[in-house]
């Protein structure tokens, strides 16, 4: 890749301003130009695993002139409660930050899910910015303007749509990342594939050993090919009121399988085992080829990802869903697939299809 980012636009919708993702290498230098000058103090919200760097960012941002501060959330998960948003709020209230100034979120997608709840609560709205530094916060979390934390009853129950001034994706940044944590980038990758870029899919299945490492022959081509997957439909539906759904495939169960697992199971990991069941889910209901459905387990396992979870587990699991997103009163739906790269919904299936395709992915 050369020193050139690539840029890729999202469009503002309902209200919101546009923005630009931009993936290639010393993206720090692009940051004080999205902070502008309007903003005089700049919170840095980190993860413990990115302490250097997260103090790094601040250094930086002080020698610019900005009354910079780094704050530090615990790693993945543990980050996305009420307790440390609430920690969030405290410090910027003893700082005295303002309506001009800016939220910074440094790290995976639990950061970036925070970050930019907090600067969506703060004040009720303050302006941030994502600097994703896991495969999955690249391809996936710090775009669209999803943020949000988790409570006692699930995942991502309490958020809100507050999309980024601005997302900067430096590809050096992954070369730390332990390799089960780039591996559960792979699965949303692979979801881009399936629902809308099918190109991804050839991809991977090409060289599925180089594709489990940012140095692979094929790595910028499938970070940028699955953002603008996504960017795609923000784009065009911010808020999820249609088409943002699709985003969702793999995540009914997924979410609940984190939830099951404490959230110690990556998200990634958990998505995979989830398209596997909503391929079978598919199937079952006579509208997904049996081609198409054995491809999900073949490219999820050639890069390492889970394709099965625990059969006793079913009866928490059906439990977890009901609360999903995108259930309707008391009609659980799940994205489903007409086809490669035909997302559709199935509605309110029947219990008895819901065990069956669990059988199919249970052990
Ligand atoms: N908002 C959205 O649209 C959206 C989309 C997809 C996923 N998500 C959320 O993203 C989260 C998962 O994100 P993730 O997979 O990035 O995991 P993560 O944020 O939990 O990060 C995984 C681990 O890697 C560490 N880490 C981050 N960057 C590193 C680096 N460069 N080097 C070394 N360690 C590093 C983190 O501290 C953490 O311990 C989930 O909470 C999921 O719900 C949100
Ligand atoms: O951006 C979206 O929309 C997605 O659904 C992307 C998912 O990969 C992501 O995990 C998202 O956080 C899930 O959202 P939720 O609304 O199901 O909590
Ligand atoms: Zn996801």
Redesign the pocket.
């Known amino acids: 890749m050369t020193d050139t980012p690539t840029r890729i636009q999202v469009a503002g919708t309902a209200g919101t301003d546009p923005y630009e993702v931009l993936v290639g290498h010393r993206l720090l230098d692009d940051l004080p130009g999205l902070i502008g000058r309007s903003a005089r103090r700049v919170a840095v919200l980190h993860?413990?695993?990115?302490a250097a760097t997260g103090e790094a960012v601040r250094d930086d941002l002080a020698n610019q002139g900005y009354e910079a501060i780094a704050l530090q959330l615990p790693?993945?998960?543990e980050s996305?409660t009420a307790e440390v948003a609430a920690y969030c709020w405290k410090v910027l209230g003893q700082t005295g930050f303002t309506r001009t100034d800016v939220i910074v979120g440094i790290?995976?997608?639990?950061?970036t899910?925070v970050a930019g709840f907090v600067a969506a609560t703060w004040l009720r709205g303050v302006r941030w910015i994502a600097m994703p530094?896991?495969l999955?916060?690249m391809v996936?979390?710090a775009v669209?303007g999803?943020?949000g934390i988790n409570t006692a009853e699930g995942?991502?129950l309490v958020g809100a749509f507050h999309p980024p001034a601005g997302v900067l994706a430096d590809l050096a940044?992954?070369d730390?990342?332990?390799v089960n944590?780039y591996v559960?980038?792979l699965a949303?990758i692979i979801k881009a594939g399936f629902i809308a870029d099918p190109a991804i899919l050839d991809l991977i299945e090409s060289d599925p050993a180089a594709a489990r490492t940012p140095g692979g022959p094929h790595t910028a081509e499938l970070i940028e090919r699955s953002i603008r997957v996504k960017a795609d439909v923000v784009s065009s539906d911010l808020k999820e009121s249609g088409l943002r759904e699709i985003l969702n495939y793999g995540h009914t169960l997924g979410h609940a399988i984190e939830k099951n697992e404490r959230y110690q199971w990556?998200?990634?990991a958990a998505v995979s085992v989830g398209m596997v069941y909503a391929a079978e889910l598919g199937r079952l209901a006579g509208r997904l080829d049996d081609a198409t459905a054995d491809r999900h387990r073949a490219v999820l396992e050639s890069v390492g990802l889970p394709l099965a979870y625990r059969g006793d587990a079913w009866p928490k699991l059906l439990e977890s869903m009901r609360v999903d997103k995108k259930s309707r009163a008391d009609r659980l739906r799940f994205v489903v697939l007409d086809g490669l790269a035909k997302p559709a919904i199935l509605e309110s299936p029947d219990p008895s299809l819901l065990v069956a395709a669990y059988g199919e992915v249970s052990k």
């Open positions: 993860p413990e695993a990115l790693n993945a998960e996305k790290g995976g997608g639990a950061t899910d530094t896991t999955l916060g996936d979390a669209g999803k943020t995942k991502n940044t992954l730390s990342l332990p944590d559960g980038g949303e990556r998200h990634g």
